[in-house]
Protein backbone atom coordinates (compact mmCIF):
# COMPACT_ATOMS: atom_id res chain seq x y z
CA UNK A 1 0.00 0.00 0.00
CA UNK A 2 2.95 2.21 0.99
CA UNK A 3 4.05 2.15 -2.72
CA UNK A 4 0.50 2.55 -4.17
CA UNK A 5 0.74 5.66 -2.33
CA UNK A 6 3.60 7.23 -2.89
CA UNK A 7 3.27 6.43 -6.59
CA UNK A 8 -0.03 8.64 -6.52
CA UNK A 9 1.50 11.41 -4.71
CA UNK A 10 4.41 11.53 -6.74
CA UNK A 11 2.06 12.08 -10.01
CA UNK A 12 0.51 14.66 -7.61
CA UNK A 13 3.80 16.56 -7.07
CA UNK A 14 4.84 16.85 -10.84
CA UNK A 15 1.36 18.09 -11.31
CA UNK A 16 1.53 20.47 -8.50
CA UNK A 17 4.94 22.07 -9.01
CA UNK A 18 4.57 22.68 -12.13
CA UNK A 19 0.96 24.20 -11.76
CA UNK A 20 2.62 26.17 -9.56
CA UNK A 21 5.38 27.25 -11.25
CA UNK A 22 3.29 28.05 -14.47
CA UNK A 23 1.00 30.03 -12.21
CA UNK A 24 3.76 32.14 -11.15
CA UNK A 25 3.31 33.73 -14.98
CA UNK A 26 -0.16 34.67 -14.48
CA UNK A 27 -0.32 38.61 -14.90
CA UNK A 28 2.62 38.51 -16.10
CA UNK A 29 2.98 36.71 -19.60
CA UNK A 30 4.44 38.49 -22.83
CA UNK A 31 1.44 39.11 -24.48
CA UNK A 32 -2.28 38.58 -22.88
CA UNK A 33 -3.47 35.25 -25.28
CA UNK A 34 -0.20 33.45 -23.87
CA UNK A 35 -1.21 35.06 -20.44
CA UNK A 36 -4.15 33.22 -20.68
CA UNK A 37 -2.90 29.77 -21.90
CA UNK A 38 -0.12 29.37 -19.25
CA UNK A 39 -2.65 30.18 -16.39
CA UNK A 40 -4.81 27.27 -18.30
CA UNK A 41 -1.99 24.88 -18.38
CA UNK A 42 -1.50 26.31 -14.50
CA UNK A 43 -5.10 25.46 -14.00
CA UNK A 44 -5.42 21.71 -15.63
CA UNK A 45 -2.24 20.94 -13.89
CA UNK A 46 -3.45 21.62 -10.18
CA UNK A 47 -6.64 20.03 -11.64
CA UNK A 48 -4.95 16.74 -12.14
CA UNK A 49 -3.11 17.08 -8.84
CA UNK A 50 -6.03 17.54 -6.76
CA UNK A 51 -7.37 14.25 -8.27
CA UNK A 52 -4.12 12.65 -7.49
CA UNK A 53 -4.36 14.09 -4.08
CA UNK A 54 -7.84 12.89 -3.22
CA UNK A 55 -7.07 9.82 -4.10
CA UNK A 56 -3.93 9.36 -2.50
CA UNK A 57 -5.68 11.14 0.97
CA UNK A 58 -9.02 8.11 0.57
CA UNK A 59 -5.72 5.38 0.38
CA UNK A 60 -4.07 6.99 3.47
CA UNK A 61 -7.22 7.46 5.43
CA UNK A 62 -7.76 3.70 5.45
CA UNK A 63 -4.81 3.12 7.86
CA UNK A 64 -4.62 5.91 9.55
CA UNK A 65 -7.18 7.92 12.31
CA UNK A 66 -5.29 11.04 11.41
CA UNK A 67 -7.33 12.95 8.97
CA UNK A 68 -5.96 13.40 5.48
CA UNK A 69 -7.18 15.37 2.88
CA UNK A 70 -5.71 17.13 -0.58
CA UNK A 71 -4.80 20.13 1.55
CA UNK A 72 -2.65 18.57 4.08
CA UNK A 73 -1.22 16.48 1.20
CA UNK A 74 -0.11 19.88 -0.70
CA UNK A 75 0.23 22.19 2.33
CA UNK A 76 2.16 20.06 5.76
CA UNK A 77 4.51 18.14 4.07
CA UNK A 78 8.18 19.15 4.03
CA UNK A 79 10.53 19.41 0.95
CA UNK A 80 12.50 15.91 1.48
CA UNK A 81 8.77 13.97 1.37
CA UNK A 82 7.70 15.80 -2.08
CA UNK A 83 8.54 12.90 -4.71
CA UNK A 84 7.81 15.00 -7.65
CA UNK A 85 10.61 15.07 -10.52
CA UNK A 86 13.48 17.90 -9.97
CA UNK A 87 12.85 18.76 -13.98
CA UNK A 88 9.08 20.63 -12.22
CA UNK A 89 10.71 22.38 -9.27
CA UNK A 90 13.36 24.53 -11.91
CA UNK A 91 12.92 28.16 -12.19
CA UNK A 92 10.41 29.78 -14.51
CA UNK A 93 13.79 31.96 -15.97
CA UNK A 94 12.66 33.58 -19.53
CA UNK A 95 9.81 32.52 -21.51
CA UNK A 96 12.01 30.13 -23.62
CA UNK A 97 12.46 28.18 -20.43
CA UNK A 98 9.51 27.37 -19.19
CA UNK A 99 8.44 26.88 -22.55
CA UNK A 100 11.03 24.31 -22.97
CA UNK A 101 10.31 22.90 -19.46
CA UNK A 102 6.73 22.57 -20.40
CA UNK A 103 7.45 20.68 -23.80
CA UNK A 104 9.83 18.29 -21.69
CA UNK A 105 7.38 17.55 -19.38
CA UNK A 106 4.17 17.44 -21.76
CA UNK A 107 5.94 14.93 -24.06
CA UNK A 108 6.68 12.81 -20.69
CA UNK A 109 3.63 13.12 -19.12
CA UNK A 110 1.41 12.43 -22.81
CA UNK A 111 3.13 9.24 -22.99
CA UNK A 112 3.02 8.43 -19.55
CA UNK A 113 -0.85 8.99 -19.32
CA UNK A 114 -1.22 7.22 -22.43
CA UNK A 115 0.06 3.97 -20.67
CA UNK A 116 -1.58 4.51 -17.22
CA UNK A 117 -4.97 4.62 -18.90
CA UNK A 118 -4.52 0.94 -19.10
CA UNK A 119 -4.00 0.68 -14.77
CA UNK A 120 -4.93 -1.98 -13.59
CA UNK A 121 -5.92 0.75 -10.48
CA UNK A 122 -9.28 2.32 -12.13
CA UNK A 123 -9.24 5.39 -9.96
CA UNK A 124 -5.40 6.10 -11.46
CA UNK A 125 -6.80 4.73 -15.16
CA UNK A 126 -9.42 7.23 -14.68
CA UNK A 127 -7.80 10.15 -14.07
CA UNK A 128 -5.19 9.24 -16.47
CA UNK A 129 -7.55 9.24 -19.10
CA UNK A 130 -9.14 12.71 -18.13
CA UNK A 131 -5.98 14.26 -18.36
CA UNK A 132 -4.54 12.96 -21.14
CA UNK A 133 -6.60 14.90 -23.07
CA UNK A 134 -5.35 18.45 -21.23
CA UNK A 135 -1.91 17.44 -21.76
CA UNK A 136 -2.52 16.44 -25.23
CA UNK A 137 -3.25 20.39 -26.01
CA UNK A 138 0.02 21.03 -23.59
CA UNK A 139 2.22 18.96 -25.73
CA UNK A 140 0.82 20.81 -29.14
CA UNK A 141 0.94 24.51 -27.86
CA UNK A 142 4.42 23.86 -26.41
CA UNK A 143 5.66 22.01 -28.86
CA UNK A 144 4.40 24.69 -31.03
CA UNK A 145 6.43 27.70 -28.83
CA UNK A 146 9.61 25.63 -29.38
CA UNK A 147 9.47 25.49 -32.96
CA UNK A 148 8.38 29.24 -32.84
CA UNK A 149 11.93 30.27 -30.65
CA UNK A 150 14.20 28.20 -32.61
CA UNK A 151 12.88 29.28 -35.93
CA UNK A 152 11.99 32.64 -34.84
CA UNK A 153 14.96 35.12 -34.69
CA UNK A 154 18.27 34.88 -33.75
CA UNK A 155 17.87 35.94 -30.16
CA UNK A 156 15.04 33.37 -29.69
CA UNK A 157 17.03 30.40 -30.64
CA UNK A 158 20.10 31.53 -28.30
CA UNK A 159 17.77 31.19 -25.48
CA UNK A 160 15.84 28.07 -26.30
CA UNK A 161 19.43 26.87 -26.68
CA UNK A 162 20.07 28.46 -23.14
CA UNK A 163 17.29 26.51 -22.13
CA UNK A 164 17.98 22.99 -23.55
CA UNK A 165 21.42 23.42 -21.51
CA UNK A 166 19.88 24.55 -18.08
CA UNK A 167 17.22 21.82 -18.66
CA UNK A 168 18.78 18.86 -20.75
CA UNK A 169 20.35 17.57 -17.22
CA UNK A 170 17.31 17.35 -15.85
CA UNK A 171 15.27 14.75 -17.98
CA UNK A 172 17.40 11.65 -17.49
CA UNK A 173 15.52 11.00 -14.18
CA UNK A 174 12.23 11.21 -15.77
CA UNK A 175 12.97 7.64 -17.04
CA UNK A 176 14.71 6.11 -14.01
CA UNK A 177 12.40 4.25 -12.03
CA UNK A 178 12.92 4.79 -8.13
CA UNK A 179 11.42 2.21 -5.90
CA UNK A 180 7.91 3.26 -5.69
CA UNK A 181 7.74 3.11 -9.35
CA UNK A 182 8.89 -0.77 -10.36
CA UNK A 183 6.97 -2.07 -7.82
CA UNK A 184 3.97 0.05 -9.62
CA UNK A 185 4.91 -1.33 -13.10
CA UNK A 186 5.46 -4.83 -11.71
CA UNK A 187 1.90 -4.84 -10.34
CA UNK A 188 0.10 -3.56 -12.91
CA UNK A 189 -1.19 -0.10 -11.78
CA UNK A 190 1.94 2.15 -12.71
CA UNK A 191 3.90 2.65 -15.78
CA UNK A 192 7.16 1.09 -16.66
CA UNK A 193 8.70 4.77 -17.22
CA UNK A 194 12.24 3.41 -18.65
CA UNK A 195 10.07 2.39 -21.85
CA UNK A 196 8.22 6.01 -22.84
CA UNK A 197 12.15 6.77 -22.91
CA UNK A 198 12.23 6.29 -26.88
CA UNK A 199 9.23 7.32 -27.46
CA UNK A 200 9.57 10.68 -25.82
CA UNK A 201 13.26 10.87 -27.89
CA UNK A 202 11.81 10.53 -31.14
CA UNK A 203 8.97 13.10 -30.07
CA UNK A 204 11.48 15.79 -29.05
CA UNK A 205 14.29 14.97 -32.13
CA UNK A 206 10.84 15.99 -34.53
CA UNK A 207 10.21 19.04 -32.95
CA UNK A 208 13.94 20.01 -32.42
CA UNK A 209 14.40 19.14 -36.12
CA UNK A 210 11.20 21.07 -37.02
CA UNK A 211 12.58 23.83 -35.00
CA UNK A 212 16.33 23.53 -36.06
CA UNK A 213 18.09 23.24 -32.72
CA UNK A 214 20.51 20.33 -32.69
CA UNK A 215 19.45 17.03 -30.67
CA UNK A 216 21.51 17.67 -27.02
CA UNK A 217 23.89 14.81 -26.44
CA UNK A 218 22.97 11.74 -24.00
CA UNK A 219 25.74 11.89 -21.36
CA UNK A 220 25.89 9.12 -18.67
CA UNK A 221 25.42 11.54 -15.98
CA UNK A 222 22.22 13.02 -17.14
CA UNK A 223 20.54 12.77 -13.63
CA UNK A 224 21.31 15.73 -11.45
CA UNK A 225 18.52 15.28 -9.28
CA UNK A 226 16.50 12.63 -7.89
CA UNK A 227 13.65 14.63 -6.99
CA UNK A 228 11.52 11.01 -6.97
CA UNK A 229 13.18 10.22 -3.62
CA UNK A 230 12.92 13.55 -1.74
CA UNK A 231 16.80 14.83 -2.97
CA UNK A 232 15.51 17.50 -4.77
CA UNK A 233 17.55 21.19 -5.88
CA UNK A 234 17.48 24.12 -3.64
CA UNK A 235 14.50 25.47 -5.74
CA UNK A 236 11.74 23.32 -3.60
CA UNK A 237 12.10 24.64 -0.71
CA UNK A 238 11.81 28.04 -1.79
CA UNK A 239 8.25 27.37 -3.56
CA UNK A 240 6.77 25.46 -0.42
CA UNK A 241 8.08 28.17 1.92
CA UNK A 242 5.82 30.59 -0.40
CA UNK A 243 3.15 27.85 -1.20
CA UNK A 244 2.82 26.42 2.35
CA UNK A 245 3.20 30.11 4.52
CA UNK A 246 -0.34 30.65 5.26
CA UNK A 247 -0.94 27.29 6.56
CA UNK A 248 1.71 26.64 8.75
CA UNK A 249 1.22 30.37 10.06
CA UNK A 250 -2.27 29.68 10.99
CA UNK A 251 -2.69 25.41 11.61
CA UNK A 252 -6.04 24.04 11.80
CA UNK A 253 -8.16 26.90 10.29
CA UNK A 254 -10.72 26.60 7.26
CA UNK A 255 -9.93 28.80 4.40
CA UNK B 1 -29.74 64.10 -47.86
CA UNK B 2 -30.31 62.97 -44.24
CA UNK B 3 -28.11 64.51 -41.43
CA UNK B 4 -25.69 62.12 -40.15
CA UNK B 5 -25.91 63.62 -37.19
CA UNK B 6 -29.50 63.55 -36.59
CA UNK B 7 -29.92 59.83 -37.93
CA UNK B 8 -27.25 59.25 -35.01
CA UNK B 9 -28.97 60.51 -32.51
CA UNK B 10 -32.26 59.45 -34.00
CA UNK B 11 -30.53 55.91 -33.39
CA UNK B 12 -29.85 56.63 -29.83
CA UNK B 13 -32.95 57.57 -28.65
CA UNK B 14 -34.70 54.51 -29.96
CA UNK B 15 -32.46 52.88 -28.67
CA UNK B 16 -30.85 50.78 -31.75
CA UNK B 17 -26.84 50.39 -31.32
CA UNK B 18 -24.39 52.35 -32.84
CA UNK B 19 -22.24 50.08 -34.86
CA UNK B 20 -18.95 50.52 -36.16
CA UNK B 21 -19.80 51.58 -39.50
CA UNK B 22 -22.03 53.73 -38.84
CA UNK B 23 -21.31 57.30 -38.80
CA UNK B 24 -20.17 58.82 -35.34
CA UNK B 25 -19.22 62.37 -33.38
CA UNK B 26 -16.03 62.62 -33.30
CA UNK B 27 -16.30 63.06 -29.64
CA UNK B 28 -18.39 60.02 -29.51
CA UNK B 29 -15.61 58.01 -30.70
CA UNK B 30 -13.10 59.75 -28.72
CA UNK B 31 -15.10 59.35 -25.78
CA UNK B 32 -15.43 55.92 -25.71
CA UNK B 33 -11.99 55.03 -26.87
CA UNK B 34 -11.15 56.76 -23.78
CA UNK B 35 -13.59 54.82 -21.59
CA UNK B 36 -13.29 51.46 -23.25
CA UNK B 37 -9.58 51.62 -22.87
CA UNK B 38 -9.46 52.74 -19.86
CA UNK B 39 -11.75 50.00 -18.99
CA UNK B 40 -9.54 47.23 -20.61
CA UNK B 41 -6.17 48.93 -19.08
CA UNK B 42 -8.42 48.41 -15.39
CA UNK B 43 -8.99 44.74 -15.77
CA UNK B 44 -5.12 43.80 -17.05
CA UNK B 45 -3.25 45.85 -14.66
CA UNK B 46 -6.23 44.71 -12.21
CA UNK B 47 -4.81 40.97 -12.61
CA UNK B 48 -1.63 42.48 -10.30
CA UNK B 49 -3.14 43.04 -6.84
CA UNK B 50 -4.82 39.27 -7.12
CA UNK B 51 -1.90 37.33 -8.87
CA UNK B 52 0.14 38.69 -5.64
CA UNK B 53 -1.33 36.15 -3.83
CA UNK B 54 -1.42 32.77 -6.00
CA UNK B 55 1.45 31.76 -5.07
CA UNK B 56 0.20 31.92 -1.62
CA UNK B 57 -3.12 30.89 -1.64
CA UNK B 58 -3.97 29.04 1.17
CA UNK B 59 -5.99 25.96 -0.28
CA UNK B 60 -5.95 23.97 -3.70
CA UNK B 61 -8.73 24.87 -4.33
CA UNK B 62 -8.42 28.83 -3.60
CA UNK B 63 -5.29 28.62 -5.49
CA UNK B 64 -7.42 27.21 -8.80
CA UNK B 65 -10.19 29.36 -8.46
CA UNK B 66 -7.40 32.30 -7.80
CA UNK B 67 -6.10 31.76 -10.67
CA UNK B 68 -9.32 31.28 -12.65
CA UNK B 69 -10.20 34.79 -12.12
CA UNK B 70 -7.39 36.64 -12.91
CA UNK B 71 -7.09 34.88 -16.13
CA UNK B 72 -11.22 36.07 -16.72
CA UNK B 73 -9.59 39.24 -15.85
CA UNK B 74 -7.32 38.92 -18.97
CA UNK B 75 -9.96 37.30 -20.71
CA UNK B 76 -11.51 40.63 -20.14
CA UNK B 77 -8.79 42.97 -21.25
CA UNK B 78 -9.07 41.34 -24.50
CA UNK B 79 -12.74 41.82 -25.17
CA UNK B 80 -12.08 45.43 -24.14
CA UNK B 81 -9.46 45.84 -26.18
CA UNK B 82 -11.35 44.39 -28.85
CA UNK B 83 -14.38 46.48 -28.97
CA UNK B 84 -12.01 49.34 -28.29
CA UNK B 85 -9.98 48.61 -31.92
CA UNK B 86 -13.57 48.45 -33.55
CA UNK B 87 -13.59 52.67 -32.76
CA UNK B 88 -10.27 52.89 -35.00
CA UNK B 89 -7.22 52.81 -32.46
CA UNK B 90 -4.95 49.31 -32.16
CA UNK B 91 -4.02 47.44 -29.06
CA UNK B 92 -0.15 48.64 -29.65
CA UNK B 93 -1.36 52.51 -29.46
CA UNK B 94 -3.20 51.71 -26.46
CA UNK B 95 -0.87 49.89 -24.82
CA UNK B 96 1.77 52.43 -25.29
CA UNK B 97 -0.44 54.81 -24.03
CA UNK B 98 -0.92 52.58 -20.94
CA UNK B 99 2.87 52.54 -20.22
CA UNK B 100 3.28 56.10 -20.90
CA UNK B 101 1.01 57.30 -17.90
CA UNK B 102 -1.41 58.78 -20.90
CA UNK B 103 -4.00 56.50 -20.40
CA UNK B 104 -5.68 56.35 -17.21
CA UNK B 105 -6.83 52.73 -15.37
CA UNK B 106 -9.10 52.43 -12.31
CA UNK B 107 -7.30 54.00 -9.09
CA UNK B 108 -8.54 51.45 -7.25
CA UNK B 109 -5.85 48.66 -8.15
CA UNK B 110 -2.97 51.25 -7.06
CA UNK B 111 -3.72 49.84 -3.19
CA UNK B 112 -2.01 46.82 -1.91
CA UNK B 113 -2.83 43.29 -1.34
CA UNK B 114 -1.52 42.66 2.53
CA UNK B 115 -2.86 39.09 3.37
CA UNK B 116 -5.50 36.59 2.24
CA UNK B 117 -8.52 38.62 3.51
CA UNK B 118 -8.08 41.44 0.40
CA UNK B 119 -8.87 38.50 -1.56
CA UNK B 120 -12.10 38.38 -0.26
CA UNK B 121 -12.45 41.94 -0.12
CA UNK B 122 -11.30 42.73 -3.51
CA UNK B 123 -13.70 40.10 -4.85
CA UNK B 124 -16.84 41.96 -2.54
CA UNK B 125 -15.88 45.52 -2.54
CA UNK B 126 -14.50 46.08 -5.61
CA UNK B 127 -15.86 43.81 -8.22
CA UNK B 128 -18.98 44.82 -6.19
CA UNK B 129 -19.00 47.89 -6.97
CA UNK B 130 -17.56 47.38 -10.53
CA UNK B 131 -21.14 45.56 -11.45
CA UNK B 132 -22.87 48.14 -9.85
CA UNK B 133 -21.09 50.31 -12.93
CA UNK B 134 -20.86 47.76 -15.89
CA UNK B 135 -24.06 46.82 -15.87
CA UNK B 136 -25.77 49.59 -17.00
CA UNK B 137 -23.38 49.25 -19.61
CA UNK B 138 -24.60 45.97 -20.78
CA UNK B 139 -27.23 48.64 -22.78
CA UNK B 140 -24.83 51.08 -23.84
CA UNK B 141 -25.11 52.71 -27.02
CA UNK B 142 -22.16 51.46 -28.49
CA UNK B 143 -23.07 48.00 -29.88
CA UNK B 144 -19.57 46.09 -29.50
CA UNK B 145 -18.89 47.86 -25.83
CA UNK B 146 -22.56 46.90 -24.65
CA UNK B 147 -21.84 43.13 -26.14
CA UNK B 148 -18.27 43.19 -24.20
CA UNK B 149 -20.21 44.36 -21.16
CA UNK B 150 -22.73 41.23 -21.20
CA UNK B 151 -19.94 38.59 -21.25
CA UNK B 152 -18.01 40.56 -18.39
CA UNK B 153 -20.65 41.11 -16.19
CA UNK B 154 -21.71 37.33 -15.92
CA UNK B 155 -18.18 36.59 -15.07
CA UNK B 156 -18.29 39.64 -12.38
CA UNK B 157 -21.08 38.45 -10.60
CA UNK B 158 -19.68 35.11 -10.15
CA UNK B 159 -16.42 36.43 -8.98
CA UNK B 160 -18.68 38.68 -6.35
CA UNK B 161 -19.96 35.90 -4.62
CA UNK B 162 -16.26 33.80 -4.94
CA UNK B 163 -15.13 37.31 -2.97
CA UNK B 164 -18.01 37.13 -0.57
CA UNK B 165 -17.67 33.30 0.33
CA UNK B 166 -14.12 34.06 1.28
CA UNK B 167 -14.47 36.95 3.62
CA UNK B 168 -17.49 34.64 5.10
CA UNK B 169 -15.37 31.99 5.67
CA UNK B 170 -13.09 33.65 7.72
CA UNK B 171 -15.53 35.39 9.71
CA UNK B 172 -16.59 32.10 10.88
CA UNK B 173 -12.95 31.13 11.64
CA UNK B 174 -10.52 32.12 14.54
CA UNK B 175 -10.25 35.47 16.11
CA UNK B 176 -6.82 35.73 13.83
CA UNK B 177 -8.75 35.22 10.70
CA UNK B 178 -11.72 37.69 11.63
CA UNK B 179 -9.54 40.22 12.55
CA UNK B 180 -7.62 39.72 8.92
CA UNK B 181 -10.90 40.10 7.55
CA UNK B 182 -12.33 43.20 9.33
CA UNK B 183 -8.56 44.73 8.69
CA UNK B 184 -9.11 44.20 4.44
CA UNK B 185 -12.90 45.86 4.95
CA UNK B 186 -11.68 48.29 6.42
CA UNK B 187 -8.84 49.45 3.96
CA UNK B 188 -10.56 48.46 1.17
CA UNK B 189 -13.98 50.03 1.57
CA UNK B 190 -13.69 53.82 0.94
CA UNK B 191 -11.47 53.01 -2.00
CA UNK B 192 -14.33 51.04 -3.49
CA UNK B 193 -16.80 54.04 -2.93
CA UNK B 194 -14.77 56.46 -4.37
CA UNK B 195 -14.78 53.92 -7.86
CA UNK B 196 -17.60 55.75 -8.61
CA UNK B 197 -15.59 58.70 -9.55
CA UNK B 198 -16.56 62.10 -8.50
CA UNK B 199 -19.41 63.72 -7.23
CA UNK B 200 -22.13 64.54 -10.42
CA UNK B 201 -21.45 68.16 -9.88
CA UNK B 202 -17.58 67.49 -9.78
CA UNK B 203 -18.04 64.79 -13.11
CA UNK B 204 -16.72 66.21 -16.07
CA UNK B 205 -17.47 63.87 -18.89
CA UNK B 206 -21.19 62.84 -17.49
CA UNK B 207 -23.56 64.99 -18.69
CA UNK B 208 -22.66 64.58 -22.22
CA UNK B 209 -22.23 60.61 -22.03
CA UNK B 210 -26.10 60.25 -20.24
CA UNK B 211 -27.17 62.44 -23.07
CA UNK B 212 -25.46 59.54 -25.93
CA UNK B 213 -26.50 57.17 -23.69
CA UNK B 214 -22.93 55.77 -22.63
CA UNK B 215 -23.97 56.15 -19.02
CA UNK B 216 -27.60 55.70 -17.61
CA UNK B 217 -26.93 56.10 -14.23
CA UNK B 218 -25.24 59.03 -12.34
CA UNK B 219 -21.92 58.47 -10.47
CA UNK B 220 -23.62 59.08 -7.25
CA UNK B 221 -27.20 57.34 -7.90
CA UNK B 222 -24.80 54.16 -8.53
CA UNK B 223 -22.46 54.98 -5.37
CA UNK B 224 -25.72 55.11 -3.14
CA UNK B 225 -26.91 52.25 -4.65
CA UNK B 226 -23.93 50.19 -3.93
CA UNK B 227 -23.33 51.52 -0.26
CA UNK B 228 -26.98 50.19 0.76
CA UNK B 229 -26.31 47.22 -1.01
CA UNK B 230 -22.98 46.51 1.16
CA UNK B 231 -24.41 48.42 4.40
CA UNK B 232 -27.12 44.88 4.61
CA UNK B 233 -24.75 42.60 3.20
CA UNK B 234 -21.90 43.13 6.12
CA UNK B 235 -24.21 42.16 8.37
CA UNK B 236 -24.05 38.26 7.21
CA UNK B 237 -20.34 39.18 7.85
CA UNK B 238 -21.15 39.81 11.55
CA UNK B 239 -18.29 42.38 10.37
CA UNK B 240 -18.40 46.51 9.98
CA UNK B 241 -18.18 49.09 7.54
CA UNK B 242 -15.30 51.54 8.56
CA UNK B 243 -17.77 54.75 8.68
CA UNK B 244 -19.45 56.35 11.53
CA UNK B 245 -21.88 58.12 9.98
CA UNK B 246 -23.20 55.03 7.92
CA UNK B 247 -26.89 55.02 8.91
CA UNK B 248 -30.08 53.84 7.63
CA UNK B 249 -32.40 57.40 6.59
CA UNK B 250 -36.03 56.54 7.19
CA UNK B 251 -36.76 59.75 5.10
CA UNK B 252 -34.67 59.13 1.83
CA UNK B 253 -34.84 55.49 2.11
CA UNK B 254 -31.30 55.13 1.55
CA UNK B 255 -28.31 54.83 3.99
CA UNK B 256 -26.21 57.99 4.98
CA UNK B 257 -22.64 57.98 4.66
CA UNK B 258 -19.81 60.01 6.05
CA UNK B 259 -17.51 62.29 3.77
CA UNK B 260 -15.39 61.05 1.24
CA UNK B 261 -11.49 61.60 1.22
CA UNK B 262 -11.53 63.42 -2.26
CA UNK B 263 -8.33 64.31 -1.71
CA UNK B 264 -6.67 60.85 -1.37
CA UNK B 265 -8.96 60.00 -4.65
CA UNK B 266 -7.26 62.90 -6.81
CA UNK B 267 -3.93 62.25 -5.02
CA UNK B 268 -4.00 58.37 -6.50
CA UNK B 269 -5.37 59.36 -9.77
CA UNK B 270 -2.42 61.28 -10.24
CA UNK B 271 0.14 58.65 -9.60
CA UNK B 272 0.43 59.79 -6.07
CA UNK B 273 -1.13 56.20 -4.61
CA UNK B 274 0.42 53.78 -2.54
CA UNK B 275 1.47 51.29 -5.76
CA UNK B 276 1.17 53.70 -9.05
CA UNK B 277 4.36 52.93 -9.13
CA UNK B 278 5.25 49.72 -8.73
CA UNK B 279 2.06 48.06 -11.26
CA UNK B 280 2.64 50.44 -13.92
CA UNK B 281 6.47 49.16 -13.50
CA UNK B 282 5.51 45.38 -13.82
CA UNK B 283 3.21 46.15 -16.69
CA UNK B 284 5.91 48.14 -18.29
CA UNK B 285 8.34 45.10 -17.70
CA UNK B 286 6.23 42.22 -18.96
CA UNK B 287 5.36 43.86 -21.83
CA UNK B 288 9.36 44.79 -22.57
CA UNK B 289 10.24 41.38 -21.47
CA UNK B 290 8.07 39.93 -23.82
CA UNK B 291 9.25 41.88 -26.66
CA UNK B 292 11.93 39.36 -28.07
CA UNK B 293 8.91 36.34 -27.49
CA UNK B 294 6.36 38.70 -30.09
CA UNK B 295 9.25 39.38 -32.39
CA UNK B 296 10.19 35.29 -32.48
CA UNK B 297 6.72 34.40 -32.63
CA UNK B 298 6.07 37.41 -35.98
CA UNK B 299 8.87 35.96 -37.64
CA UNK B 300 8.23 32.65 -37.74
CA UNK B 301 5.20 33.49 -38.90
CA UNK B 302 6.44 35.26 -41.72
CA UNK B 303 9.05 32.22 -42.38
CA UNK B 304 6.04 29.74 -42.75
CA UNK B 305 4.46 31.77 -44.88
CA UNK B 306 6.99 32.36 -47.06
CA UNK B 307 7.90 28.90 -47.04
CA UNK B 308 4.67 28.02 -48.07
CA UNK B 309 4.40 30.33 -50.93
CA UNK B 310 7.43 29.03 -52.65
CA UNK B 311 6.51 25.61 -52.25
CA UNK B 312 3.13 26.35 -54.08
Known sequence: MKERINYTIHLADNALILGHRNSEWTGFGPIIEQDIAISNIALDLIGQARNFYQYAATLISNSTAEPVTEDTLAYLRDAKDFLNCSLVEQTNGDWAKTILRQFFFSAYQFYLYQHLQNSNDEKLAAIAEKSLKEVTYHLRWSSEWVIRLGDGTEESNKRILTAVDDLWICTGELFEATGFEQTAANKGYGVDVSLLKSDWMQKVRDIFEEATLPLPVETESQVKWFGKEGKHSEHLGYILAEMQFLQRTYPNSEW | ?312
Open chain 2, 1 to 312: MLDPEKIFLDKVYEEIKIEPKDWMPDQYRKTLIRQISQHAHSEIVGMLPEANWITRAPTLRRKATLIAKVQDEAGHGLYLYSAAETLNITRDEMLDQLHSGKAKYSSIFNYPTLTWADMGAIGWLVDGAAIMNQVPLCRCSYGPYARAMIRICKEESFHQRQGFEILLTLSKGTEAQRKMAQDAIDRWWWPSIMMFGPNDDASPHSAQSMAWKIKRFSNDELRQKFIDMCAEQVKILRLTLPDEKLKWNEKRNHFDFGEINWKEFWNVVNGNGPCNKERLAARTKAHKDGAWVREAAAAHAEKRKSRAQKAA
